[in-house]
């Protein structure tokens, strides 16, 4: 039977509708950034997740091709994941930012003061780093192998796709159920309760509002999806 991330790890994908402390591991990622409405037909984020199903897909069939991947084992694709946040004013560009980071100079506190510093009016606004999980096997090699394989099978530019390594570290995180517009709701309160176990946000250029979506919008009514969200703490030194 193929590995389910999403079963295996439960407490990671599966999180209850209240809000929970969670520390998440280092985890390497498929990963494609960008910027703009992720509502557009025509834009880039509809664009980026082709690509990035495309190789999943690609190192998921790699064991009936030529290339062999060592410790391979077969696996559930895991789900759609999103790393989001909008520029501050004060913010520029950083060609200096760590791998897999926004590139934002110096930290960006957007999120710090509430649920509304992001403008859900002006999803135009949003910078973006889309990713799938990537088993452990998958070395940087083997993406670059996927990359290749996959341009040559479709004749598309998969030169967006990157490898990227993320330890999140400490975490407050909840289900949403429901519209992504109505995810300020389900921040608020997990805001509270962080507060209350003495905890305070730490939402930076390198630690992000972070998402996992485990429906497909396509085909889930608004009010029934399902979709992870978590945001990084750190302890509060007067808590």
């Not at 494609?32 to 199903?53: F, H, S």
């Not at 341009?151 to 975490?171: A, I, M, N, Y």
């Not at 429901?178 to 300020?184: A, K, L, M, T």
């Amino acid at each position: 039977m193929a590995f389910d991330f999403k079963k295996e790890y439960k407490e990671f994908y599966m999180p209850k509708n209240k809000p929970t402390i969670i520390t998440v591991p280092k985890m390497n990622y498929i990963a494609v950034r960008g910027q703009g409405d992720p509502n557009d037909e025509n834009g880039d984020y509809k664009a980026a997740i082709g690509l990035l199903y495309a190789i999943a897909f690609t190192i998921k069939m790699s064991r009936k091709g030529d290339h062999q991947i060592d410790g391979y084992f077969d696996f559930v694709v895991p789900p759609l994941e999103g790393f989001w946040w909008q520029e501050t004013a004060s913010a520029k560009p950083n060609s200096n930012a760590v791998a897999g980071m926004s590139p934002v100079e110096g930290e960006n506190r957007h999120l710090q003061d509430g649920v509304g510093a992001i403008n859900y009016a002006h999803k135009e606004a949003f910078h973006w780093i889309s990713v799938i999980r990537l088993p452990d096997f998958v070395t940087e090699d083997d993406l670059k192998w996927a990359v290749n394989e996959a341009t040559k099978k479709k004749k598309k530019d998969f030169s967006k796709v990157e490898f990227l390594t993320v330890e999140e570290g400490l975490c407050v995180q909840c289900m949403h159920i429901g519209s992504y517009d109505d995810e300020p709701v389900t921040v608020a309160m997990m805001h509270e309760f962080m507060e209350r176990e003495g905890y305070e946000l730490d939402i930076t250029d390198k630690r992000l509002h972070h998402e996992i979506y485990l429906s497909d919008a396509r085909k889930v009514a608004p009010e029934k999806l399902k979709t992870v969200i978590r945001h990084p703490i750190i302890k509060n030194p007067t808590g």
